[in-house]
């Protein structure tokens, strides 16, 4: 979007708002324009570029559907007519001129992952797991051509001289046929699998290899070269363009030995995945890609390279990994031309100098092709299948076979009259009142856009939502006439009467959050013998605003404390909280407090902006009180919007009061001297105790009934071996906020024969 567009929709994409304070709930804007973010959508007869400009997609069509779940292999005769291999039920359908299909042929073992039709017009069949290789005549005749007791046969391919190759697994040979069925090895790669084979324009055999992910041309001759190593581990398909550029589809994990090829054993369906995200690389030479972690998911099992693999393949149900589409040029030279994360290639097509390419995230098709400076990625169909297995060409329109549901799907040359786009479900976080929605594009003479709009509070579209409003056609704003909801979805309607296309650049909805109260997460409340320093903390949490927490009793709470920093002219109280705003608003607060025997709310404190405050000794008077915080974000808000929520805290005392120690009763002798002290105290109770005698090191001392916890209390001090004479004996008192109280006892010690 220009600068110029985006400050138009600020100043009148929503202009029936009023103006509000900067730090206030601002209006957002929900923009759609780049090619991940297309992804997130759903389409249907629509096509997306790069550059994430959608337009009407050429004309899909399901033309076949046989009754089994997965379509392997394609390939067509000179009469035009396909040939699908299919999976588990070892069958292949034939359709006629008019896309009509029937069983064609039925083999012994269950998959057909390699068809090839000869310069004899017959059919040759590579079946697996110990697989064999059928010729099947035009009129259905079948027999046993070559065995190559191989246990895989991925791949089959004829050469000007009517020469069959085929690539296997699990020893990764290649075998060369003649027309008599009989067979020699051709290339032992050392791989674990040859998974394509493909001739360039000079009839040099080309062959991609799992699990080293290589590349080779071998001559006729039987004359190896590596081209490229992928930095994956599977080569899947293979391409030649007329300019003699060769396309590599990579997939899996990195490099890693033993692992089972994609489209064969070993893989188990997983969890959906949805949301690929799709990285298009131009420039980028092969050796500059980071190695990836492989993913459990393309790890398979994790078999050794001899190990027996199961039998039959398992359709995935989620994508199986990383994916990578190499060209490499007549010079040698690789480039990274696309790139995923969670997106593998499977079928590969050239027509001319354009690329096609098939996936497994819902049977996308890409188009690829060369620009002056650049090249031009094309979505042109999601078929909304597990995976688009094979690409083909035959004639003008392009084929398609999908696995999960074996389809055959036709891609014509025409442009579809009318296509639509879902847009992903916006999460706004709260509910929202809805502005307008806009778009940038062009509409050519005899094209239009509409939009369409539902809304709705929960987080998938349900009968709950509303219907679809619209249709919106002004690219300069509409407003949107759904109620305000927390989730919104459009959708984008594109059509034509002649053979134009509209395009569509960007898409923004604006809307507004609806101010919501602040939220109070904690609320405690302390007292401490100094600020920021508790001695005895009295923890204050609840549930929901206003309501203490269960087994909150209002009561203190007692532990040790630091006597060396006890202030003998009382004691402050802290009182501590978490909050927040939903909105981002920011947030002043209040406290008020009530005594025991009160019954009104009183402010002690307002327009604080920190999360704490400190009542200073004596601002109350002693007593035992409930505090409650109010948060508000009145500041960034409108008085008719703002909002705010409370807490309260459970009971606490303020007690500015130290206790008050007095000696009842004390009783000297020659030997020993015992003083009875008593402590009491009004508001808090009694914690500990302590003892010194003549200003010397003070001892904790425990009261008569041994437990320190009263109000009122009382501690026999007796001391022992003290010289005839006056002795000062004292006791220190604390109570539970930190308070202490002093006193003494003057006793004179009689000396030996003294009475």
Known sequence: MNRLFKLRMILFGFGVLAVLPLAAVETSFWQVGTFDEILEGRLSGVSITKDGVLRLASETQSVFSPDVSMALSITADREGRLYIGTGHQGKVFRTDSAHHGTLFFTASEPDIFALAVGPDGALYVGTSPEGKIYRVTPDGKSSAFFDPKAKYIWALAFDAKGSLYAGTGDRGLIYRIDNSGKGEVFFDSHQTHIMCLKFDARGNLLAGSDPDGLVYRITLAGKPYVLFQANLPEIHDLAVDTHGNIYAAALGGPVGKGGAPFLGPNIAPGPAVSGAAVTVVAGTEENTLAAQTRSPEAAGSGSSRNAPMSVGYMPPAANLGKGSLIEISPDYSAETVWTSNSEAVFGLAVKGDQVYFSTDSDG????????????????????????????????????????????????????????????????????????????????????????????????????????????????????????????????????????????????????????????????????????????????????????????????????????????????????????????????????????????????????????????????????????????????????????KSEAVSAAFWVDSTPPVVTVPRQTPSPVSVEVQFQAEDSISPLQSAETSTDGKEWHDVISDDGVVDSLLERFTVRVHGLSPGEHIIMLRAYDAVGNVGLGKAVVHVPGNGSP
């Open 364 to 643: 996308r098709v890409f188009d690829l092709r060369p620009e002056t400076d650049s090249r031009e990625l094309t979505l042109l169909s999601e078929t909304g299948e597990a995976m688009a297995t094979r690409l083909l060409f035959s004639g003008p329109d392009l084929f398609i076979a999908t696995s999960n549901v074996a389809r055959l799907i036709r891609l014509g040359a025409s442009t579809v009259k009318e296509g639509t786009y879902e847009s992903a479900v916006k999460d706004t976080k709260s509910i929202s009142r809805w502005g307008t929605l806009s778009w940038r594009g062009e509409a050519p003479e005899g094209t239009a856009i509409e939009f369409f709009t539902r809304s709705g509070n929960s987080e998938r579209p349900d009968p709950t939502w509303s219907d679809w409003k619209g249709p919106y056609r002004n690219s300069k704003g509409n407003p949107i006439e759904n109620d305000p909801a927390r989730y919104i979805q459009w959708q984008a309607v594109l059509r034509t009467t002649n053979n134009a296309s509209p395009a569509l650049d960007e898409v923004t909805v604006s809307y507004l959050n609806q101010n919501v109260p602040p939220e109070i997460r904690s609320f405690a409340v302390s007292n401490s013998a100094e600020p920021g320093n508790p001695a005895g903390p009295l923890p204050s949490a609840f549930g929901a605003p206003g309501m203490q927490s269960p087994g909150t009793s209002g009561g203190i709470s007692f532990g040790p404390q630091s006597r060396s920093k006890v202030s003998p002219t009382g004691n402050a109280t802290m009182f501590t909280w978490q909050a927040d705003d939903p909105n981002g608003d920011q947030l002043v607060y209040s406290i008020y407090v009530k005594a025991s025997d009160e019954q009104d709310w009183h402010l002690l404190k307002d327009l604080i902006r920190q999360t704490s405050y400190t009542l200073d000794p004596h601002q109350l008077p002693d007593g035992k009180y409930v505090a409650k915080l109010v948060a508000s974000d009145e500041e960034s808000n409108p008085p008719e919007t703002a909002r």
